[in-house]
Every structure is written in structure tokens, then in C-alpha cells.
């Protein structure tokens, strides 16, 4: 049985589509760092390209997520496991995350 670190090194590549003030987004965030899962993130607000991309994606909303080539609009915890190929590990749930905005927000 593969380590859990060989298994995350496996996985794939994650992309997260956000914006600058979005809770959901920051929510995502802190779940996968909390569980020290790397991935490449682009804010829509900052970049017109990253804006453009996120489009031609398909994206609707944020967060969106590319995880190993296929899509994922909002965050499920479950999905997410599944699309990134390791077993879901243990820790709170994402929806036991408290949702606080990022600071600066209204």
C-alpha cells in the first residue's frame, strides 16, 4: 500500500479558478492547505487572462477547479477526493470550516 505522500505526489495537478472576494474560495483554500494538497491558483479579478481562461474552461462561478484535466465547478469535498485519485483523508470537513471573508471585504 502506497504512503500517503507517494499517493499525493501521484495525484495529479489541481488549478483553482478564484476571485478576490470570494468566501467559498477562501474556504477551498484553507481545506486543501490544511491538508497540504498543492495547486496552482489564478484570480480571476487580478488577471483579464486568467479571466479569459476561466471562460474558454467553462467556468460559472468560483471557486472552479481543474483537478487531474477535468472539471469542477464549486467545492465538494468528496468529489474533489475522488477526481484527485487518493482517499479522502482524515480532518474536519470543508463544510466545518467557519466562512469568514477575506480581509478587506464587506
Known amino acids: ?11 495529479g495537478e489541481i488549478t483553482l ?10 474556504v477551498a483554500k484553507r481545506y486543501l492547505d490544511s491538508r497540504q494538497v498543492p495547486y496552482r491558483e489564478y ?3 487580478e488577471s483579464q487572462t486568467a ?8 467556468g460559472r462561478g468560483t471557486p472552479f ?3 487531474n484535466n477535468k472539471r469542477m465547478q464549486g467545492f465538494d469535498s ?10 479522502v ?5 470543508v463544510e466545518a470550516l467557519p466562512v469568514t471573508p477575506p480581509p ?3
Open 43 to 45: 484570480n480571476i479579478s
Open 65 to 67: 477547479f481543474i483537478v
Open 17 to 26: 479558478f478564484s476571485q478576490t472576494y470570494c468566501a467559498a474560495c477562501e
Open 51 to 58: 479571466h479569459r481562461y476561466f471562460e474558454k474552461l467553462g
Open 89 to 93: 483523508p482524515d480532518g474536519p470537513s
Open 1 to 11: 500500500m502506497a504512503s500517503a505522500s507517494r499517493a499525493e505526489s501521484e495525484a
Open 78 to 87: 468528496q468529489r474533489f477526493w475522488s477526481l484527485y485519485g487518493v482517499p
Open 104 to 106: 478587506g471585504a464587506r
